[in-house]
């Protein structure tokens, strides 16, 4: 009988046999040839041309002999030790003999040996392979690319730092570039292995993105080489283009650069190319759909086509053995998170519903046994509950669910209102889905109630909200149907339930974004959607519970996590770069859209609003609604909140530049046109105001020019208005254009609504006919920056001048040589108490047409923008944008900034303070900015801005000392740093 020990070495060894002993004994001999010992321990070191092709020779034997199974042996990952140094050494000796047969023993070398082993390693097998893509020997980049390709592709977070210092050592990147650029006659491969490499690197690092799709030849190369017939390489180029496109500038350099990408990506995802091909076309198209102006381009240009290859890509596959293919998986997965583009309004929903969507998502969700039960007559609606409940049961495809439910609400979301069965390929596939998602929504709720985190799901309660708030009757009358008799049975418990669950959490602000909240909320706000349990939420006090709970999330800036991330893009490992938060209609606060929607709904139903149904006066609930519409960042909560104000007579967009302006409505000040109705009645405008805001108020062929009366007196502009207009309609609609809101009673709406739709204001009519907002429409904003062109130049009273000059600049309104801007007093006064000063004190600076300000151009753009549309714009640039820029032009972008934080003091514009010092924070990042900040900061007392260029210097000081870089400064300045050093090297 053999001991344990020898039956431990005998298990050790499964898998060896003699042919591996023998090569690994050749190994070692070979090896020893060039191993010495030194101080620093055994290093392998040969110079000898034939001893190191023997050398790798051995090598490359002795990996031909390991298998998936001895791959992970002690011994093998011992010799993987002696052998990477070997490889290493001869590869970085640049005798390219050699350099070809040490290159593939690496490939073969990362191919059987396991991840894990190499990982262990990486560093010193990258660093000889990342060298040698110098090498202009074609075999040898191959090779080295292919590895590298490899490696990338397990390479762990924790290494990327590290793989990245050798990358920047070794000028990985600028070596493939110069390779695909220089690429002429070179064979596929080379340009398969070379681009594929840059894809990855590009993915894993996003700092590197800048110099590829900065570099004008590559673009150039790249862009002939997606032409080739060679799939495998267009596929590679494609890949390139979206790691490309996970930065923002990138995204927009490419779209830039016209359609033929677009629709070069469109003929890839056809299903008769390879799957390889399919895929990368959807992974681009992917990456576009991330933000808006991506979206809106594939969907104007290629809106049909696009339509349908998304279709065959959710449709176009069957099932093997009961699984699909793991290509098939990543494929449909591609297919599903560019359809979510129907999650936007736009023209494509059409060319889904015409392409049978409702099929291909029913074929997604449950399996062809229970398809095919459906008989071919309409099924009873418990007919139906009955098979979904069994098809759901089987859990198909359960990894596709969350996206069919995204696919369906954003369908059912952006719904035309005449949406009929009519327009359906196949009602009863779209009646079985919207029955698996009720019982979904129902599984979901009960799991809340239980507390069951893990088995709640938003995306299916999310879908079934929007499907009972979708603009289809059709669709919306099928759900409220079914889930009232799925509910019936625990309606009053659930109902009594999430009405003290939400008042009870809402007391707590830790509570209010838990999980289970999330789906508490959206559960309310779909009961409320229904006829039947309505009244007994507003019996229990549900406006005031869901008023309440909107308020905490606003008032403390609460968000969910951004539960509708799938809505934006499905692979949530995407590295993306350069992408600032996008306006989106919901965003982080879903939480408040979900709410308001709950809160719409039962002020909608309720009577009058006004008496029982309140605990709280009318006028504080107006001021809060009004403060959340002002407050908000998102478009969704901004629309609900002003849908809401219509029932109580406040119609039209709240927002902080509107309370401004209508502050000047009605003031004669600067008024410089006149109105004149059909009884002769005048009523004194804002010329510049009423062009930009209610164009159609005024002459198609333009407003009369300015006259003069013999002694030189300006006579005013007048407009007559047509006669269906009477005074009191006239001053409500001027009420909203200076505002963006008017209030008013049931008496005028009627004439009211014909002049609105008379001036085509199609979102204050929708306000006046109290509909549901349009899902993902974006907000009115309030922006007058139109009449600073030639909309408002003829109305222009005052001229601001900027402090510098421009050499090519020219002015189309005037001869004036220096940069300035063609304003209105009427606007300037509304957002500046120093403004109002100044141009209407009576003083000389009153009486002139021109003001000369201590600003410079840039940031006197930035200031007049802030005026006419309450955002200091442009913003400065960000991203990889500003990393390459040079010092001087990031003090270029800055010191408007700077400018605008010491006049704003003085000006008391404390909004464009707080901006700006943000501004300053975030793109204060070298020492010499910091001077100059300090410099200036300090001639215009503003001393937090002092400070905060002092501490960014503190850990520098000594080093400014001595270079004599601190001479810039006066003594004063100089002390301050000192003391925000010491008291930096005190706090460590």
Not at 120 to 148: K, M
Not at 297 to 315: A, H, Q, W, Y
Not at 475 to 480: D, E, G, M, N, Q
Not at 813 to 834: M, Y
Request: net charge neutral.
């Amino acid at each position: 009988m053999r001991s344990s020990s020898t039956k431990q070495v005998a298990e050790n060894n499964r898998g060896l046999n003699g042919r591996f002993f023998t090569l690994h004994n050749r190994l070692y001999n070979a090896l020893g040839l060039g191993f010495r010992n030194d101080e620093g321990g055994r290093k392998w070191c040969c110079t000898d041309v034939e001893t190191q092709r023997h050398v790798v020779r051995s090598i490359d034997a002795f990996l031909d002999c390991i298998s998936s199974e001895t791959s992970q042996h002690p011994l093998v990952k011992e010799s993987v030790a002696d052998i990477v140094p070997a490889l290493g050494t001869t590869l970085l000796q640049k005798n390219e003999a050699v350099m070809k047969l040490a290159s593939k023993a690496f490939v073969k070398m990362v191919n059987v040996i396991h991840s894990s082993i190499i990982e262990s390693l990486v560093l010193d097998v990258v660093h000889p392979i990342s060298s040698s893509l110098s090498s202009s020997h074609v075999p040898v980049v191959i090779s080295c690319a292919t590895a590298l390709n490899l490696i990338l592709s397990y390479l762990t977070s924790k290494r990327e730092r590290e793989v990245w210092k050798i990358f920047e050592e070794t000028e990985t990147i600028n070596n493939i570039i110069r390779h695909i650029r220089s690429g002429n006659s070179k064979p596929a491969e080379f340009f398969l292995e070379t681009i594929s490499l840059l894809s990855k690197i590009l993915w894993h690092w996003p700092s590197s993105r800048f110099c590829v799709w900065n570099d004008e030849n590559l673009m150039n190369v790249l862009s002939s080489l997606s032409l080739e017939p060679i799939i495998s390489v267009k596929a590679a180029v494609l890949q390139l283009y979206s790691t490309i496109a996970l930065c923002r500038n990138g995204a927009k350099k490419l779209l830039d650069n016209g359609n033929s990408l677009l629709k070069l990506m469109v003929e890839s995802m056809d299903n008769y190319n390879p799957n390889y091909l399919q895929l990368a076309g959807f992974t681009l198209a992917e990456c576009f759909a991330v933000n808006e102006e991506g979206r809106l381009r594939m969907i104007d240009t290629f809106c049909e086509p696009l339509v349908k290859v998304i279709i065959n890509g959710l449709s176009n596959w069957n099932m093997h053995l009961g699984k699909l293919t793991k290509d098939q998986l990543s494929l449909i997965k591609g297919a599903c998170c560019v359809s979510k583009i129907v999650c936007w309004p736009g023209k494509h929903h059409g060319y889904f519903w015409k392409r049978g969507i409702e099929s291909v998502l029913l074929k997604l969700l449950i399996d062809d046994f229970h398809i095919k039960q459906l008989s071919d007559k309409f099924s009873l609606p418990e007919e139906l509950v009955a098979l979904a409940q069994e098809a759901l049961s089987v859990n198909f495809l359960p990894v596709f669910k969350p996206h069919v439910w995204d696919i369906l609400g954003g369908l059912a979301a952006n719904c035309a209102e005449d949406f009929t069965a009519q327009m359906l390929n196949n009602e009863q596939h779209l009646n079985i889905l919207i029955t698996c998602a009720c019982l979904g929504f129902v599984d979901s709720l009960r799991a809340t109630r239980q507390r069951c985190q893990n088995v709640v799901n938003q995306t299916v309660s999310r879908a079934v909200l929007l499907m009972i708030n979708s603009p289809s009757k059709y669709i919306a009358s099928h759900v409220k149907s079914l889930l009232s008799v799925l509910l019936k049975p625990h309606a009053k418990d659930d109902v009594k339930y999430l009405l003290n669950t939400l008042n009870a959490t809402s007391l707590d602000v830790n509570l209010v974004s838990d999980n289970l909240q999330v789906i508490n909320l959206i559960s309310l706000a779909t009961y409320s959607g229904l006829p039947q349990y309505r009244r007994y939420i507003l019996k229990n006090q549900g406006i005031n519970i869901l008023l309440s709970y909107v308020q905490v999330l606003s008032r403390n800036r609460i968000h969910a996590d951004r539960m509708n991330a799938s809505l934006h893009y499905c692979d949530h490992n995407m590295k993306l770069c350069c992408y600032e938060c996008e306006e989106d209609w919901q965003g982080d606060e879903s939480l408040s859209l979900y709410g308001l929607i709950g809160l719409a709904e039962l002020v909608h139903h309720s009577g009058l609003v006004k008496g029982h149904v309140f605990e709280s006066t009318e006028g504080q609930i107006i001021t809060d609604v009004q403060e959340i519409c002002i407050n908000s960042r998102a478009s969704g909560p901004k629309w609900y909140s002003a849908y809401l104000l219509s029932y109580f007579g406040f119609y039209g967009f709240l927002s902080e530049l509107g309370n401004r302006i209508g502050n000047v409505l009605n003031g004669e000040d600067g008024t410089n046109l006149t109105l004149i109705l059909a009884d002769q009645e005048r009523v004194n405008v804002h010329g510049a105001i009423v062009k930009v805001r209610c164009p159609s108020l005024l002459p198609c062929t333009g407003v009369p020019s300015d006259e003069k009366t013999s002694s030189g007196r300006l006579v005013r502009k007048e407009v007559r208005l047509s006669a269906h207009v009477n005074h009191k309609v006239l001053l409500k609609l001027l009420e909203y254009v200076y505002s963006g809101q008017l209030k008013a009673g049931e008496d005028t709406m009627k004439k009211l609504k014909t002049i609105v739709r008379h001036c085509n204001l199609q979102p204050l009519l929708q306000m006046l006919c109290k509909s549901r907002p349009k899902w993902r429409v974006p907000f009115p904003s309030f922006d007058l920056t139109s009449a600073l062109g030639p909309d408002g130049s003829h109305f222009s009273d005052i001229i601001l001048e900027a402090n510098d000059t421009c050499e090519k600049w020219m002015c189309k309104v005037c001869s004036l040589s220096q940069p300035h801007v063609h304003a209105h007093k009427a606007i300037l006064c509304t957002s500046c108490d120093h403004m109002r000063t100044l141009l209407c004190s009576g003083m000389q600076e009153s009486m002139s047409k021109t003001i000369k300000m201590d600003l410079g151009w840039r940031a006197l753009v930035r200031l007049i923008n802030w005026f006419y549309c309450g955002k200091l714009l442009p913003k400065p640039v960000h991203g990889c944008l500003w990393r390459n820029l040079n010092e001087q032009e990031k003090l270029d972008e800055v010191i408007p900034y700077v400018e605008l934080y010491c006049l704003s003091d003085s000006w008391l514009l404390e909004e464009i303070h707080k901006e700006c010092f943000r501004v300053i924070v975030k793109c204060l990042d070298s020492v010499n900015m910091a001077i100059k900040i300090i410099q200036i900061a300090a001639n215009c007392f503003q001393w937090d801005l002092v400070e905060l260029a002092a501490k960014f210097m503190a850990p520098s000081y000594h080093h400014l000392r001595i270079s004599g870089e601190l001479l810039q400064l006066d003594e004063d300045l100089v002390e301050i740093v000192r003391v925000a050093s010491v008291a930096r090297l005190s706090d460590m």
